[in-house]
């Protein structure tokens, strides 16, 4: 997640939520997410809420102490829910994950197990860089219940892993996707398309690295170049080009045409699984308006409505909760608008598609534009009354949005 | 210091004097003035704040003078205590005008010149003003603190100019004050006395003409003949209207009552109308139970040279934007403006101006003082259009610009003087050469320094002139004109056409010559500054059915494929908050979606002159 913090209202010091917002706790799907801040090293694209070891100094989280703190977090969170559904879904994201000891990560599932209970079919996934899993590392998460991990490839080729920054040996890759399926854990692989520099002759060669792993799943990005990374001080220098839109467009329908052919059907934007069940259940709790809790620095929660934020710094982090208060540092309560504003554009990012009985008037309207133009699937909006994407809807997916909530 | 000053009404015309100050803009009249204020007692050094004259925050910030006001100040010399009336007037060419109404209120200025700039063309201008109305001058170089103070030089130029001794510019320094007493004296010692018949019925000149919120117009007067008391009826001679006297009164330098105004003296009038264009500058009052015959000479009406079409951004605006001109039109006779509609802005407003510098105040007081956002088109001047039969018209718009048929156009032109360093005249030529203009002569003011006379098109001045002379000159070339009549041109009107559709706001009438490199430089801007849509978008740029120039925006295939995860939906929904208010700004061209920003760009940057480079 971005690690510049959203405005909001103050969060209450001891986290308590309206009673509205805990009333939707049992009907909807209930998630944790677990933040893991730590990097050996950042790379230049990436603005997430990470440190590395030499930035955090001594006091405060360390990778030691840092599942003792996000234990607290969780029983913070059981007193704030109350009753609550079991855990259907838990996804640890970084920073690197990784980097926190095998034991560490189960132990922290502990956590959610003693917190809120686990249901039987629960998914656990974590991401994983693919220079720090081995093996036994990944049997040991496997035992301790993570059924998924998500790896951390970017790209096969290397001139283009130099641009990002990202270390690790491209045969790395393979290994830990090998050791993971070989401990009977789902495994992802994340891409990353328009670096500076990458020819589509180049994104070709990783989504063919990829598909040759036989993942179930891979996420592919456009690379977004954020304010106050190194690689967005590089652009502004002229060191290196910015990603340029037409680029990364033709590179989405590669990706598409590639991963189509090779069986991963797209299911969300950017997200692309070979069945239904292997989509990421987390994510799309998040796409489906369900409730999570995000445990650890600058994690985002939402229950029923109500969206907060902790405090960015793990030391500030970790502080808190020493001292028994909440480590939220802002909230907001949604409006109606608001809530509708988020429904329509989460919703219509999916293959399931924004069902049409949810607009509103203006948006309904909107729909036959949309069409004729080419971005919504006509079909769909026949016969099951959903908005869809068509692939040209998918490159345009903001335009879809603002026509669907009436702006023009 | 004078112990006690003279009481008004009861002056004798040769105790008073009256004088301005001709300076350029930032050659430190302000300053001096501050100083005499403070050396006369009028204010005292903890209440002095700098640039007292200088009311709007708009003068301070730019440091030059729109309004002129009159302050009385007692000094005393050998014994005696004489009544000094300090006239400020306004520096700048668009302002010329009310310079020389000011003018006419004096018997004297001082010529003060940056002793490390030398003389600038405007000052230049305002001097032959003040020699035409037969002033005294007093050569006066300032700031001669500097370490880059040239006196010496200087002094030699002002002495050619006005024809006196080197050794007769007075050197003062408005900030340490060294000087500025014995430019008091001299004021004194060589300005004439007024000379009035105080037993004639009264005229006195207005000079300048304010609007306060609280007190309604307040008139600025120099009287001539006959003296003006309060309680009286008086009358505007060039309307017949007349008023009631309310108050009469002396600025010292806050307006202070008095029993009323004699021969020579000068003041202000306060009689409760609400719209300066019922005190008109130049305009002669006198009492309307004893009328004068004669008005004095000189009274004239502005006259718009130039005109812009202002449009509010937001499109609900434009009943504020009607209410702020009515409001500033009070304040400024010259303002005048009447609404027009454009296809690509909205409702808006026609605006004429009296130049540049007039159009810059006017639309930075609109947005400062009532908070609106606008976008103004380019600048044009006044085409008077002659048809094939015979039909005539005078355009002020160029989308009104008829098509064929055309017998003439005539264009105003001006006579503009240019003062530089002579290793400039090359530069200078050659730009004057490009901007259609003809030299009428050259003259050196000395060794270095040349003075170059030229007739121009107004509109290649208002277009970009005076930044291409700037940069030209690396900033040394200063430049001065006035209207000169009109000339036949040969002129045409490029349109720009999006999507085949002709954006009104961009039109504009230029030269046959120019009218290529307009249409190239205006698509290929504008290909940068429209975001790509859904669909291809042509930009032409045409004369008539002529195409001259081609652009494509091309269709956008992507907007944003970032993720989108749990910490991603505040942020995105507030980008899409954010984006939802933008798409409501957009000017729609057909389909084609303008943000308010592109027009700002493509009418403003390197289109149009800007006169804050002036300093």
């Known amino acids: 997640m971005p690690s510049t913090l959203p405005e909001g209202d103050p969060a209450p010091p001891d986290g308590r939520l309206p009673d509205a917002a805990l009333a939707t706790l049992h009907d909807r799907p209930f998630g944790v997410y677990l933040h893991v801040p730590f990097c050996s090293v950042r790379c230049g694209y990436c603005d997430f809420n990470t440190y590395t070891l030499t930035e955090l100094g001594a006091d405060g989280a360390s990778v030691a102490t840092f599942a003792d703190a996000a234990v607290r977090e969780l029983r913070l969170a059981g007193t704030v829910l109350g009753d609550t559904p079991p855990v259907d879904t838990v996804f640890v994201g970084g920073g690197t994950p990784t980097m926190l000891a095998a034991d560490d990560l189960v132990r922290m599932l502990d956590g959610v197990r003693e917190v809120f209970g686990l249901a039987p079919d629960a998914e656990v996934t974590t991401e994983a860089n693919p220079d720090s899993v081995t093996p036994e590392s990944l049997h040991r998460l496997a035992e301790g219940g993570f059924t998924r991990v998500s790896v951390g490839m970017q790209s096969a080729v290397p001139h283009v892993l130099r641009v990002l920054e990202r270390t690790h040996q491209p045969a790395n890759v393979a290994r830990a996707v090998a050791a993971a399926k070989d401990a009977g854990l789902q495994a992802s692989v994340d891409l990353i398309y328009g670096t500076p520099g990458e020819s589509v002759g180049d994104w070709r060669t990783s989504l063919e690295a990829a598909i040759a792993l036989e993942p179930d799943h891979v996420s592919a990005y456009a690379l977004v170049v954020e304010e106050g990374t190194k690689l967005a001080a590089q652009v502004r220098r002229g060191q290196v080009p910015a990603p340029e839109d037409d680029d990364e467009a033709a590179k989405y329908e590669v990706a598409d045409e590639l991963l189509g052919a090779a069986g991963f059907e797209w299911y969300e934007v950017s997200n692309w699984a070979t069945t239904p069940a292997a989509r990421c259940r987390h994510n799309e709790g998040y796409w489906a308006d369900g409730n999570w809790w995000g445990v650890g620095p600058g994690a985002h929660s939402h229950v029923g409505g109500v969206r907060w934020w902790n405090v960015k710094h793990p030391n500030a982090y970790a502080g808190r909760l020493a001292s028994g208060a909440s480590p939220a540092a802002g909230r907001e309560t949604l409006t109606g608008e608001q809530r509708y504003d988020e429904r329509v554009l989460l919703g219509v990012r999916l293959v399931d598609g924004l069902p049409l009985g949810d607009l509103r008037e203006d948006g309904r309207r909107a729909v036959a534009g949309l069409i004729a133009d080419g971005l919504l699937d006509g079909p769909a909006a026949l016969r099951r009354s959903v908005a869809v994407l068509t692939l040209r809807g998918r490159l345009l997916a903001d335009t879809v949005v603002m026509r669907l909530l009436g702006v023009r | ?615």
């Not at chain 2, 000094?75 to 000011?102: C, K, Q």
């Open chain 2, 1 to 615: 210091m004078a112990r006690t000053a003279l009481q008004p009404h009861a002056t004798p015309p040769e105790l008073i004097r009256n004088f301005c100050i001709i300076a350029h803009i930032d050659h430190g009249k302000s300053t001096l003035a501050d100083r005499m204020l403070q050396m006369t007692g009028v204010v005292d050094a903890r209440a002095m704040r700098a640039q007292y004259l200088d009311r709007m925050d708009i003068e301070r910030e730019r440091g030059i003078t729109i309004k002129s006001q009159a302050v009385r100040m007692p000094w005393e010399l050998d014994g005696t205590t004489y009544a000094l009336n300090m006239i400020d007037t306004p520096g700048h060419v668009d302002f010329t005008y009310e310079v020389s109404r000011s003018l006419a209120a004096c018997e004297g200025a001082v010529l003060l010149v940056d002793a490390a700039q030398g003389i600038e063309a405007q000052t230049l201008a305002n001097l032959y003003l003040a020699m035409e109305n037969d002033l005294t001058i007093i050569p006066v170089l300032n700031k001669i603190d500097l370490p880059a103070a040239q006196p010496e030089k200087f002094a030699e130029e002002l002495a050619g100019l006005i024809g006196c001794e080197p050794e007769d510019c007075l050197q003062v320094s408005g900030k340490t004050g060294v000087g500025v007493e014995p430019l008091l004296d001299q004021i004194v010692q060589q300005l004439p006395a007024p000379v009035g018949d105080a037993d004639a019925p009264a005229r006195a000149m207005i000079f300048d003409s304010v609007y306060d919120t609280y007190r309604g117009v307040v008139t600025y007067v120099r009287v001539i003949d006959g003296n003006l008391n309060p309680r009286e009826r008086i009358q505007m001679m060039s309307t017949r209207a007349t008023h009631e006297l309310l108050e009469i009164g002396v600025i010292s330098p806050e307006p202070v009552p008095s029993k009323g105004l004699g021969v020579g003296e000068v003041g202000y009038l306060i009689t409760g109308v609400k719209d300066v264009r019922q005190s008109r500058v130049g305009d002669t009052v006198t009492n309307a139970a004893k009328p004068a015959k004669d008005a004095l000479g000189g009274y004239r009406d502005p006259k718009p040279m130039v005109f812009s079409g202002l449009y509010p951004i937001d499109g609900s605006d434009y009943p504020d934007l009607r209410d702020a001109l009515d409001k500033l039109k009070l304040n400024d006779a010259a303002l005048v403006y009447e609404p027009e509609t454009s296809a690509a802005l909205g409702f808006g407003f026609r605006i004429g101006f009296l130049g540049m510098l007039h159009l810059e105040i006017v639309r930075e007081r609109l947005e400062r003082e009532f908070d609106l956002d606008l976008i103004s088109t380019l600048p044009n001047v006044v085409y008077d259009v002659t048809m094939d039969d015979g039909k005539k018209l005078s355009v002020t718009n160029p989308s009104e610009f008829p098509y064929g048929k055309i017998a003439e156009v005539r264009e105003p032109v001006v006579r503009a003087t240019i003062l530089a360093p002579s290793e400039f005249i090359g530069a200078i030529m050659e730009l004057c050469q490009q901007k259609r203009g003809s030299l009428r002569g050259m003259d050196y003011l000395s060794e270095d320094r040349v003075e170059m006379r030229y007739t121009l098109p107004l509109a290649e001045i208002v277009f970009d002139f005076f930044d291409q002379l700037k940069s030209r000159t690396r900033g040394y070339a200063s430049l001065d004109y006035e209207p000169d009549g009109d000339q036949a041109a040969d002129l045409v009107k490029v349109d720009i056409l999006l999507q085949g559709e002709t954006v009104d706001a961009f039109s504009a009438i230029v030269h046959k010559d120019k009218a290529y490199a307009y249409g190239v430089m205006m698509a290929s801007k504008l290909k940068d500054l429209i975001p790509r849509q859904q669909f291809e978008v042509p930009i032409q740029a045409a004369i008539g059915a002529r195409i001259i120039a081609r652009e494509n925006i091309r269709a956008i295939r992507k907007d944003v494929l970032a993720k989108c995860y749990g910490g991603d939906i505040s942020r995105k929904r507030k980008l899409l908050e954010k984006q939802k208010a933008g798409k409501k700004r957009m000017k729609n061209i057909g389909t084609v979606e303008v943000p308010p920003e592109a027009f700002i760009a493509a009418l403003s940057s390197d289109a149009g002159t800007t006169e804050k480079s002036k300093k």
